[in-house]
């Protein structure tokens, strides 16, 4: 038997931590989103749904079956440099969120198409763009409250989808991200640069050299309605270049989750669990 005091303490502590996700402070979280899943409702069920013809163009679709009322739905977008990855690394985040009470929508699209093929990166836009307009338009989906998530090659894509399309997207979040396409080329050309960074900068021009006024988010930042960042300082993806310029061209509009120390994207979150959690408040009090 539970002492007196057990249920009105544990109150306690729920109140706080409400009180502390309205203030978007994530390093007060502390609860593990990686056993997210155990905690499903029986009637919240995954489907894999296609929107084009290619075999990699198919998402995830996780909702509760017993809602009927439209809700707010989340777009998953996985990292990989546009040549490897999957929706799979994203399976417990869409977890918590569906957890949470949103649509999920956890995407694939079409890695390395553009092997050597320069320019094939507008498919990869072109298949996100897609998910976004097919998945808003589904009549269990409010239009109007939108989340684009995504890390690291899928905070490129996050950013850019959360900008020109910002109209359609009320928020999103990038972990890590690759955001501005000019700059990974550019540092990859600097003599000496680290060989991830140099590869980074080769797939970067091979995708998106084509145009890169319209692959980077700059040309649609008036657009973006909120947006998250979160990286870590001395990562590889350089936030000097990247996600921290994004946010602070932002200003107000832009919350900037820094961590000490070089993980980058999945492995930032994985140790940080918080993080995640309190993106999703985050989410939350922005999407509505």
Same mark, same amino acid.
């Given at each position: ?44 069920? /995954?489907?894999?749904? /296609? ?12 909702? +509760? ?14 990292? &990989? ?17 569906? @957890? ?13 198409? @553009? #092997?050597?093929?320069?320019? #094939? ?5 072109? #298949? ?21 998530? &995504?890390?690291? @090659? ?10 020109? +399309? ?42 998106? &050299? ?27 993806? +350089? ?38 959690? &309190?993106?999703?408040?985050?989410? +939350?009090?922005?999407?509505?």
């Amino acid at each position: 038997m539970r002492p007196r005091f057990f249920y009105p303490v544990l109150l306690a502590v729920m109140l706080v931590i409400a009180a502390v996700g309205a203030a978007c402070t994530p390093s007060h979280y502390g609860s593990d989103f990686r056993n997210v899943a155990s905690v499903r409702k029986s009637t919240v069920i /995954s489907t894999v749904e /296609s929107y084009g013809s290619d075999p990699l163009q198919v998402v995830t679709l996780t909702r +509760d079956m017993a809602v009927t009322s439209p809700r707010k739905l989340v777009i998953l977008l996985h990292g &990989g440099g546009w040549t490897t990855g999957g929706r799979g690394s994203l399976v417990d985040e869409a977890a918590m969120y569906a @957890a949470d009470g949103w649509v999920v929508v956890n995407v694939s699209y079409r890695v390395g198409v @553009a #092997d050597g093929i320069p320019g #094939d990166g507008k498919y990869i836009l072109a #298949d996100v763009e897609t998910v976004l307009n097919k998945y808003r338009a589904k009549p269990y989906v409010d239009p109007g409250k939108v989340l684009v998530y &995504g890390e690291s @090659a899928g905070g490129q894509l996050s950013t850019w989808l959360g900008a020109k +399309d910002g109209a359609k997207v009320k928020a999103l979040v990038a972990l890590s991200p690759v955001s501005s396409i000019s700059g990974a080329i550019g540092a990859g050309l600097v003599p000496g640069a680290a060989a991830n960074v140099v590869a980074l900068g080769a797939k970067a021009g091979e995708f998106f &050299g084509y145009s890169v006024g319209t692959t980077d988010w700059h040309r649609y930042g008036d657009r973006v309605q909120h947006a998250a960042v979160a990286l870590s300082t001395d990562e590889w993806v +350089d936030p000097n270049i990247h996600g921290r310029v994004f946010c602070a061209a932002l200003t107000n509009r832009c919350h900037l989750f820094e961590f000490p120390g070089d993980l980058h994207a999945g492995a930032l979150a994985a140790a940080h669990p918080e993080l995640v959690t &309190g993106l999703m408040h985050w989410a +939350d009090t922005q999407v509505g």
